[in-house]
């Protein structure tokens, strides 16, 4: 075996340490032993490299495994009991990737990597927490070849009327020359455009063609520049010919083999007439012609560009699109909120009739209001709380009507100082105020050749330019799939079906092979390029263009003229309760935009995965139910035949209490779910009522279904009814039973299926808006105090579920006297069974020891995340050392080290009473179905 350098066991827990060590006293046992020793290391290598594969053969573990113990084990050296160990390292090797790594390299001075963990330190930032397969896919695609990318995607903000799209055509030169009239944005206007020497933006017109190939000669010329040039060339240079390879079919990834550039002309010449192959013959000639010569460059147009491009999303002010902003807004924007230096901050809004209570935001709500609505909803979701990296500024102020102010333009540049630092004021102790620029600005729109455009759009690349994102790199072999989309939407299509994507794929030099191309997808989608839901109804689709979405929600929420006067009952229908009758539905289609009509059969599923509508259950089906049933869903159930939209919900509830807090009825204590940053989109209520529709009967009372603008109220089964209703960012909930025996008592399970329904919606919810491995820590559960007298009464007397897995007991400070409030009093409807295992753990209170940790690691599932939050553990250094340790592979040596950290950080106080309590307080979040207990033997009589 020789002399092995030092290896580290950083990252290995003591279990596999330990493994290791006995494997490596059996190796050196039997050193003498020539037959021995080769057919050992055989069968660990074996089942070694097999491991490291995306699409690994059970069978090679089990034979060689059962090859080991068929010829080897229960022999000498190999007792019974080390037998067992080289089975146990054998599976760990399986399991965990680290281990496996760290055997071969203390054992047998081999050293291996996955494609993986050679490229992982040139991923994106957002791509490092992919999955194993995930990840060497793209490390595969990107060790063929990449390109730098330099894109900045500008979202541009504000209320309806604030001069956003006049802002936009001053921003780019071919809409500020042509002086083109600003029209009221409806949805999304999309303008990509490129960045010239001088700074100035011109819109894309060759966006088809000449960028693509530029972006091809950069990227080759790149290559030959740091290679020989009989070093064979990567992707797209490779050209598949079909009579000397098949294309890839079972989804294995494999090497693929790359052709030299000397051989690129020739297959171009003898496919020069195929389809997609004969623009690139050019280019393969002025590839050539560069021969590696740094001063021959390809043609440069008068105007210089760069390659950079800038796509501006122009939003429409009006508040009803508000609910479409999970696919638009993310960290990889830079933002320009704008505001009308003419309007108070405290003026209320006055904006087109209920389209305000479609959103969710108050008919009387301030420009102030607004404000915060943007500036917390680009906090949200642009997923920050998810990184490890510190938040770097992304959002620029601008204040808009220079021309309408008073004074001198020193006086407005004070005026929009002080408006601006007012309107701060509300995030000042809030991690908000690290998204904003020190710079803001005020325009004058009437004025295109002022020079603030400049000074904007300079600060704009200065901001793209520090963040993380700046100049990553991605496979150049996915240039091509990426024309083939701008060429689908620049030619009008809007949605596609799966087979139109495999078909441009394959018509490429070099197709991408499924597994790569749903990767390809799924970024694309990340990126907010497309729309691609990798679901079981939907993964069938593509939306090229993601500002469709907002067409089609359009259609369903604006006013629709020229109603056909037969339907005039349904659409009052609609109006009044946002009952959606197919009769609706179809005219509602016939008269909608053309890319909207022609995917009418898609546009239902879109809405119902979205849940911007959802079918009711028919009454019957819940008479026959019983409540000890699972609340989450009836086995077989039927739905009514129409949908309802729950944002379109605009009456308010009678007065609240009676729903909320009815008389002469057994209650719950009041569930509330507490967004964190004291901000919840509206929209996130608004779905789950739709998830509540298709999962219970919505209650009826006088042949009126309870569904208000607000507030909705279920049927859980005979006696038994859920209500669900939100202000601000708080949703509560609350089960009530009108049954004369009172037995909601004893339906726990009831309510614990009800909780965690609600939960899990909210969390997928949330989840959309953050990156993994971030667990959804967006919001936490709380409990009204049951003394409470008012129940209309808001953010009053609530507790922190988590507190109660290390109290018995708080105090509650909003009743009319101060009182005590117990575990038992909060949990024993909604907590049931948690409740049940918060044994007597006084035993537990000595220190934890490393065999405590490692069982923990062993066992904890799911919930591993938020163990760590609740040891008090922040997200950026969970995130930092889930990257280290490789975490995506290897979960249970992430959970072991970071236990070690919490160990390290309490000292005396990490004892196994505090990690039990942080056991149960993670692990309110899931049901016992989806837990695997973790017991510690006190010590203690």
């Not at 609910?323 to 505001?339: A, D, E, G, P």
């Not at 915060?372 to 808009?400: C, Q, R």
């Not at 070690?900 to 039990?916: D, F, H, P, Y």
């Amino acid at each position: 075996m020789g002399d092995q350098e030092e290896i580290s066991t950083d990252g290995i827990d003591p279990e596999a340490l330990e493994s290791a060590r006995v494997l490596q006293a059996v190796a050196k046992e039997i050193t003498n032993n020539e037959d021995q020793s080769k057919q050992l290391k055989l069968i660990v290598e074996t089942i070694a490299y097999e491991s490291l594969k995306e699409e690994r053969d059970y069978l090679v573990l089990t034979e060689k495994t059962r090859e080991f113990v068929d010829s080897l084990g229960f022999t000498d050296p190999f007792s019974v009991s080390k037998t067992k160990d080289v089975i146990n390292i054998l599976l760990l090797m399986w399991n965990h990737t680290n281990v496996t790594r760290y055997v071969l390299k203390s054992v047998y001075n081999v050293n291996i990597a996955s494609t993986a963990d050679e490229m992982i330190d040139q991923f994106p930032s957002d791509l490092k927490q992919l999955d194993a397969q995930s990840a060497e896919i793209f490390a595969k695609a990107l060790k063929d070849g990449s390109e730098s990318v330099k894109n900045i995607r500008l979202m541009v903000v504000g209320m309806f009327g604030v001069g956003k799209t006049s802002l936009v055509n001053n921003l780019i030169k071919d809409l500020r020359d042509e002086n083109v009239i600003p029209v009221s944005t409806e949805g999304i206007d999309l303008r990509r455009c490129q960045l010239m020497k001088n700074g100035d933006w011109r819109l894309d017109k060759e966006h088809k063609s000449a960028k693509y190939k530029e972006r091809y000669i950069t990227a080759f010329k790149e290559a030959l520049e740091s290679k020989e040039i009989d070093v064979p060339l990567t992707t797209p240079n490779t050209i598949d010919v079909p009579e000397e390879k098949e294309i890839e079919v079972d989804n294995v990834i494999t090497e693929e083999k790359l052709v030299p550039l000397e051989t690129i002309s020739r297959h171009v010449e003898k496919h020069k007439d195929d389809a997609g192959i004969k623009e690139y013959l050019p280019l393969v000639h002025d590839i050539q012609d560069f021969n590696g010569d740094e001063n021959v460059q390809p043609p440069v147009p008068v105007e210089q560009k760069t390659n950079t491009t800038v796509s501006v999303w122009d939003f429409a002010g009006q508040t009803l699109y508000y609910s479409t902003h999970q696919f638009f807004l993310n960290k990889r924007s830079i933002y320009l909120v704008l505001m009308d230096m003419t309007k108070g901050l405290n003026e209320n809004v006055k904006e087109e009739e209920l389209s305000g209570t479609w959103c969710g935001l108050n008919q009387e709500c301030t420009y102030l209001d607004v404000f915060k609505f943007w500036l917390n909803a680009i906090h949200m979701y642009s997923g920050y709380k998810s990184m490890s990296s510190e938040i770097n500024p992304t959002v620029i102020l601008v204040g808009t009507r220079k021309d309408e102010m008073k004074g001198t333009d020193d006086d407005k540049e004070i005026q929009k100082d002080k408006y601006f630092e007012l309107a701060l004021r509300p995030f000042e102790r809030s991690s908000i105020v690290q998204h904003i620029h020190y710079k803001k600005f005020l325009a004058n729109n009437l004025s295109p050749k002022d020079s603030v455009f400049d000074e904007i759009r300079k600060e704009i690349k200065c901001l793209a330019k520090g963040q993380d994102y700046w100049g990553e790199i991605y496979p150049v072999r996915w240039i091509q799939m990426e024309q083939s989309i701008d060429r689908l939407r620049d030619s009008g299509e809007q949605v596609i079906n799966m087979e139109a994507i495999n078909e441009a794929n394959q018509s490429h030099m070099c197709p991408l092979y499924e597994k790569e191309l749903s990767l390809f997808l799924k970024i694309q989608h990340r990126h907010g390029n497309i729309l691609y839901f990798d679901t079981e109804h939907l993964k069938h689709l593509v939306v090229l263009a993601p500002q469709w979405i907002i067409e089609v929600f359009k259609c369903f929420i604006t006013h629709k003229r020229n109603k056909n006067p037969k339907l005039s009952e349904y659409w009052r229908t609609y109006e009044d309760l946002a009952i959606l009758k197919p009769e609706v539905f179809n005219e509602i289609m016939d008269s909608s935009p053309k890319d909207v009509n022609k995917n009418r059969d898609h546009i239902l599923e879109y809405m119902e995965y979205l849940d911007v509508m959802a079918k009711p259950l028919k009454f019957e089906d819940a008479e026959g139910t019983n409540e000890q049933s699972d609340a989450a869903g009836y086995l077989n159930p039927t739905f009514l035949e129409f949908h309802i939209v729950p944002c379109r919900l605009k009456n308010p509830p009678p007065p609240i209490a009676q729903f909320t807090a009815p008389e002469h009825r057994e209650k719950t204590p009041v569930l509330c779910f507490v967004f964190v940053d004291n901000f919840m989109p509206p929209s996130f209520f608004h779905r789950l009522v739709a998830v509540c529709i298709r999962t219970w009967c919505i209650s009826k009372e006088n042949g009126q279904y309870l569904l208000f603008n607000g507030l909705a109220v279920f049927e859980m089964g005979k006696t038994s009814f859920l209500t669900i209703w939100y202000k601000d960012h708080i949703i509560y909930a609350r089960i009530s039973s009108c049954s004369k025996e009172c037995t909601l008592e004893l339906e726990f399970k009831l309510c614990e299926e009800v909780r965690i329904k609600l939960r899990e919606s909210l969390h997928n919810f949330v989840g959309q808006t953050l990156e993994k491995p971030r667990t959804p820590t967006g919001f936490e559960e709380y409990i009204q105090c049951p003394k409470i007298k008012k129940d209309s009464l808001y953010n009053v007397g609530l507790f922190r579920l988590a507190d109660f897995m290390y109290n018995r007991e708080l105090t509650c400070k909003d009743c009319l006297k101060c009182h005590a409030v117990g575990r038992e009093e909060v949990m024993s409807y909604w907590y049931k069974e948690q409740l049940d295992r918060l044994d007597n753990d006084d035993g537990l209170n000595e220190p934890a020891e490393e065999s405590d940790l490692l069982r923990v690691a062993k066992f904890i599932d799911k919930e591993f995340w938020l163990l760590g939050i609740q040891l008090d553990l922040k997200d950026a250094e969970m995130n930092k050392l889930y990257e280290d340790c490789d975490g995506r592979k290897d979960r249970r040596t992430f959970v072991f080290r970071y236990m070690v950290m919490w160990k390290k950080k309490e000292g005396k106080k990490a004892t196994r009473q505090r990690l039990n309590r942080a056991i149960h307080a993670a692990r309110l979040n899931f049901s016992n179905d989806e837990i695997t207990p973790v017991t510690f033997d006190s010590k203690k009589t």
